[in-house]
């Protein structure tokens, strides 16, 4: 009775997950759209970004004037001759009107940051993108393998089929049998190779996507490609100038220029304007109340002489922080030079590569239509014409398995042109 309660729980636990396995179609906007909007690092990277503006306006606060309220009741009992109460409140305002350059250059630094912050958000969404367009394609041509690999198998086994017919007429030897038989086992083990390698390239889609396992998704397109034409020297120049990182270092150099001045800042003098009110009530039992106010205006002017020399030294960390962010641009510069490079090569490789398997493709659909027109006339058996479609098949594959290394080159080229022209 145990076993049988343990098959009934097993089998509903199995159909239960078939039936929340979910396929959903997408197109290639479709998935990078549905990426970039559950893209964990892009949604904390953003977050950084609303920081850096919460930042801003804490450094703007000190433009305006401060007001602080102070109130304090009391009581009094035993001391003097008869008991009382007293309450105190003072109301201030003070208003910063010189801080050696502090405010606002504090407000430039995080103008900056808030700049470095959104190209590494930028920088962020681009390999998000990237991941997305090169799993995608993987997935789509993985498919497409597997197809081709279940036509070989199919056609295998009709040979095999027809062999064996041959055999038992003895037209045809073991020797020929046994070869075929190995074929199809590798045939096998290539379509059984094809569909795990399909499972891995939807798994890696999934994960870049922050979907669940389970769910399977169907890409929806092609493989095709519009040729583009990129100059070398203006695409490198357009790199330099577009790449996130070059921003990023760009906003890292003027905060730390900034950084220098707020740190500066420190042995400088300060002026500000200052007005408190006060006002004390007494109130003793058995008489009535009485009242004290007063208010006070002035000007501080404050200019520190010495703090053990912690202003040299918050400036020369500065001065090392600006050191360290021009050779990381430096070093940003010369990576982006040869991603750039390596990816141009890359599709002017996949050009070459699209041309040959095209001229092959023309062949294989002429063949295929004069086995059609055999066929027809009877001269080409159903067998030889299975043998001409599958020959286009797999010449038309390998057009697309070009394509799709044109497809992943430019993807390259363009993360290395900071989103392409």
Known sequence: MKRLICLIIFFACF????????????????????ALRDNRDILLKAE???????????????????LTLTSAW?????????????????VGAKQYLYKGGETVNTIKYNEHLLSA???????????????????FYTLLLSNQYTE????????????????????????????EILQVKSSLESVKQAYENSL????SSQALLNNYMYLDKDVKIIPEGELSYTEEEIVFDQGLLYALGKRPEIKQYDGQIKASEKAIDVAKSDNRPSVYASWDYYNRTHAALGTGKNQNDNNIIGITFSWP?????????????AVVDLKEARILKEKAASDIALDFKNAYIGLKNAIVKIDATESDLKVYDYNLKSAREKFKQGIVSSLGMDDAVLKQSISRFNRD???????????DLDKAMGGGI
């Open 117 to 135: 912050n959104q190209a590494i958000l930028d920088k962020t969404k681009l390999e998000a993108i990237l991941n997305v367009r090169k799993s």
């Open 148 to 175: 081709v690999n279940k036509a070989i198998l199919k056609n295998t086994k009709s040979h095999l089929e027809y062999l064996d017919a041959r055999y038992q007429k003895g037209i045809a030897s073991e020797s």
């Open 305 to 317: 002489v010495f703090d053990g020399w912690a202003t040299k030294s918050k400036i020369e960390q």
């Open 48 to 66: 950084d970004v609303n920081k850096s503006k919460a930042k801003i306006q804490e450094a703007k606060s000190s433009l305006y004037p401060s």
């Open 74 to 90: 009391s009581r009094n009992n035993g001391y003097y001759s008869k008991d009382f109460s007293s309450f105190n409140y003072q």
């Open 196 to 199: 795990n390698q399909g499972d």
């Open 401 to 411: 398995s070009a394509v799709y290394d044109y497809i992943i080159a430019k993807s």
């Open 15 to 34: 159909f239960c997950r078939i039936a929340l396995a979910e396929e959903i179609s997408l197109t290639i906007d479709e998935a990078i759209n549905m």
